[in-house]
């Protein structure tokens, strides 16, 4: 069974910084494209971030391009989203999802195992 578990969400000051992490188990997580996503409330879930298999690859979302950072640790089997500079608009329930591809997935047709989600919120 595929597990995967987000922690470090909670309640940071606009231009505040917080990490998330996705630990995965149930899967060779080191095979895998890794993805983020999230959704506000009202609005569709919609992509973040992904990382390849290695780690070699990335690519962002134009709206969090430069302040976020997606990395993972095949040896923990753990994916990581730094949010540096977050805005207000940033709010959401964050996602981690394992794709069956081993390369970079933006689409969420891609991922077919999620996690339970992490709030994000961001005061102004």
């Known amino acids: 069974q595929v597990q995967l578990v987000e922690s470090g969400g909670g309640l940071v000051q606009a231009g505040g910084s917080l990490r998330l992490s996705c630990a995965v188990s149930?899967?060779?997580?080191?095979?895998?494209?890794m993805g983020w996503f999230r959704q506000a409330p009202g609005k569709e879930r919609e992509f973040v971030a992904t990382i390849s298999w290695s780690g070699g690859s990335t690519y962002y979302a134009d709206s969090v391009k430069g302040r976020f950072t997606i990395s993972r640790d095949n040896a923990k089997n753990t994916v990581y989203l730094q949010m540096n500079s977050l805005k207000p608009e940033d709010t959401a329930v964050y996602y981690c999802a394992t794709s069956s591809f081993r390369g970079i997935v933006v689409y969420k047709s891609g991922y077919d195992y999620w996690g339970q989600g992490t709030q994000v919120t961001v005061s102004s």
């Open positions: 149930g899967r060779t997580f080191s095979s895998y494209a």
